[in-house]
């Protein structure tokens, strides 16, 4: 699973109430990758050709989710990096972050239960074909948690009708919808393919104490992307 | 100058906020079509005529204030200074 050759550096981003942060340096850790924190107001990133924002409520989620944390300083070189075709991984609030910063398309809304939902959710892949999800197969069935208030995907009917017909909805939610998201979506990727947001929490899902090991899956996907993009910059 | 920026829901937008208070109105005997729930930013502007307070608020709702994609927004200029 580590493989040979120089392990994979890859940026976790730390904002004021980010609380995933850790779970997700330990689950890049486990998967054979080195995490690099990075604090929300540095102005530049590291040395990396990936990026994590991470789960958590930054700032409060005051205003909206994620709208607060898009105009931190660190979020000018993420924008650079995703225009460069780095890797950018938006779990939960990262998600409720790149949908506000115009890098996902959009936008999160509080769960028509009005409840804050923490549990096993089950999810289909719906593309195998992306940097986050290479090592699914395609109709696969994962279990991940959610943990979320804010999760319900809104797009109007043109946006999801072009999300649909480009096959950008990476993941959807199986049976019952947790939250309301239209067209049940849990994830879903930019135009280009190398930016992804997802409301289910991968990290929490790394080993088999805690019930599930699919979230593996689609991290050592994103491990896997990241380590080629680190020893060929060019070829992302 | 003072401001005041009302930001609501778009219409089509589901407002579970205001679908349950509106519930609760009907549960209290009211007679209520519908509810929906916004939000309200009183403003205190440092300088500027009130031209240039407008075309400052436009930017803070489209930049801040208010998610275009799926919220309106109204700006009331309160006073002058």
Known sequence: MTGTGPKARIAVVTFPGSNDDRDAALALERLGAEPVPVWHADRELPDVRAV???GGFSHGDYLRAGALARFAPVMGPIQRLAADGGLVLGICNGFQILCEAGLLPGALRPNHSL???CR???LTVERADTPFTARCTERQRLSIPVKHGEGCFFADSELLAELEESGRVVLRYEGENPNGSVAAIAGVVN??????GLMPHPEHAVDPLTGSTDGALLLGSF???ARRATTAPAAV | MRAT???RPKPGILDPQGEAVLGSLRQLGFAVEDARIGRVVDLELANGGREQ??????RMCEQLLAN???ESYEIELVGEA
């Open chain 1, 223 to 225: 491990v896997d992307a």
């Open chain 1, 115 to 117: 409840s804050f939902v």
């Open chain 1, 120 to 122: 096993d959710v089950p």
């Open chain 2, 68 to 70: 275009p994609l799926i």
């Open chain 1, 191 to 196: 135009a280009e393919g190398n930016v992804m």
């Open chain 1, 52 to 54: 994590i924002l991470p």
């Open chain 2, 53 to 58: 307070a407008r075309a400052e608020l436009e």
């Open chain 2, 5 to 7: 920026v009302l930001v």
